[in-house]
């Protein structure tokens, strides 16, 4: 019967970051810097805002699109950080977590055959489903340019089956943002264009230098935007699973469909206790960026004095050295990494053919585990 399998869900894989996470669990004394979640507990008033809402029974489906409440608590958050303008009837879905959120916008813009286009290397999120839809994932290499997306680059790849652009800033694995210069010159390249553009700001509260900006408060792209987000990085709620879809409504009309038929609604208790974190809460980021600044800082000197050649990020929580020079691949580097010093870092393929070359380190640990971690590289790299 294995035959009968829906081909494309075969051809595709597990995450490479989840593969080498599972690969590795059998080693013992490890110190492994692979998975991009907070360390950081929930804060109290989230937490009890969830207890709260099981203890009243408020357990049961809430509208497809979310709680109203939660909906005008995520609109008035976007409005106040980044000047972003939705309106919580029509313009914004809750959804489970940001992952299904990059489900549903594919699902609802993708059709056989059209193209989408990636900077590489990048997130390995969007590449499967892309193709789970028929569609084609067209990659940028962005490794010459600081690993941005560059607006000459983005138009040398434009073709008539271009129907989505991804923005994945900040940026997972490399930590890098777009400045507002940049995100205008991309503006400049799509305002007139019909394709769509989804941009990806989970991580835009662990922005360090200066605040996040949206494409789509840029001349021309409101309405072509589909923004992610959530508060899973942001508040340090991975396992809520609360996320968001803004877009003006003739798209989120569509996508509502598509997310009603995949999960109904979001959790009902996550949404309540998502309410506080955008209300009570919404200062919690600023602290978590806080520690996360003074780790990457930490961490970055660290790598620069080994010798290794790492982008300083700007955002999000992770570096993405160079280790080329070794003459391993990235997957050989990391398994002799763990095999011999006991650290595990990501191989730079879980990001594509393009993160060969490098590992990604994730800063979303504490100080004492990043430098018993940093003292277990060093070691290592001294030994090649």
């Known amino acids: 019967m294995e035959h009968l399998l829906n081909s494309r869900v075969k051809d595709i894989q597990i995450s490479g970051i989840r593969q080498f996470f599972n690969l590795i669990q059998q080693y013992d004394n490890l110190v492994s810097l692979t998975i991009g979640q907070p360390d950081f507990p929930t804060p109290s008033f989230v937490k009890e805002a969830g207890k709260r809402a099981i203890s009243e029974n408020m357990t049961g489906y809430t509208h497809n699109a979310g709680l109203l409440e939660l909906r005008q608590a995520a609109v008035a958050f976007v409005q106040e950080r980044y000047g972003m303008a939705y ?7 809750v959804t489970s977590g940001a992952s299904e959120a ?6 609802t813009i993708l059709e056989e055959g ?11 999120g969007y590449e499967p489903i892309i193709r789970l839809c028929g569609a084609v994932p067209v990659f940028v290499d962005v490794r010459e340019t600081g690993f941005r997306l ?16 991804v923005l994945p800033y900040p940026s997972n694995p490399t930590g890098v943002t777009l400045s507002a210069e940049e995100l205008a010159d991309i503006a400049a390249v799509l305002a007139d264009r019909d394709i769509f553009v989804l941009s990806d700001e989970i991580y835009s509260e662990l922005v360090y230098d200066g605040a996040h900006r949206s494409i789509s408060t840029f001349p021309g792209m409101r309405d072509k935007t589909i923004v992610i987000n959530g508060l899973s990085k942001s508040h340090s709620m991975t396992g809520w699973r609360i996320g968001f879809l803004f877009a003006p409504g003739f798209i989120t009309k569509e996508m509502l469909k598509v997310h009603q038929y995949n999960v109904t609604c979001a959790t009902s208790i996550s949404q309540y206790a998502g ?3 955008l209300t009570n809460a919404k200062e919690a980021p600023r602290m978590m960026r806080h520690q996360y600044k003074k780790r990457r800082d930490y ?3 660290r790598l620069t004095s080994m010798g290794l050649t790492v982008e300083q990020p700007s955002g999000a929580f992770y570096l993405f050295p160079y280790i080329g020079q070794f003459g391993m691949s990235s997957f050989d580097f990391a398994m ?3 095999e011999e010093a006991g650290l595990a870092l990501v191989p730079g393929t ?5 993160g060969e070359g490098y590992v990604r380190l994730s800063y979303a640990y504490s100080l004492e585990m990043l430098k018993e971690g940093c003292d277990r590289l060093e070691s290592f790299l001294n030994s090649l």
């Open 275 to 277: 309410i506080e974190a």
């Open 299 to 301: 961490v970055y000197h």
């Open 350 to 354: 879980a990001f594509s053919e393009y």
């Open 102 to 107: 990059i489900d549903v916008a594919f699902r």
């Open 87 to 93: 309106d919580a009837a029509s313009e914004i879905i």
């Open 150 to 165: 560059t607006a000459e680059a983005l138009q040398q790849h434009i073709t008539d089956k271009t129907r989505c652009v």
């Open 114 to 124: 059209c193209e989408v286009i990636l900077p590489a290397p990048v997130y390995p």
């Open 336 to 338: 002799k990494l763990v």
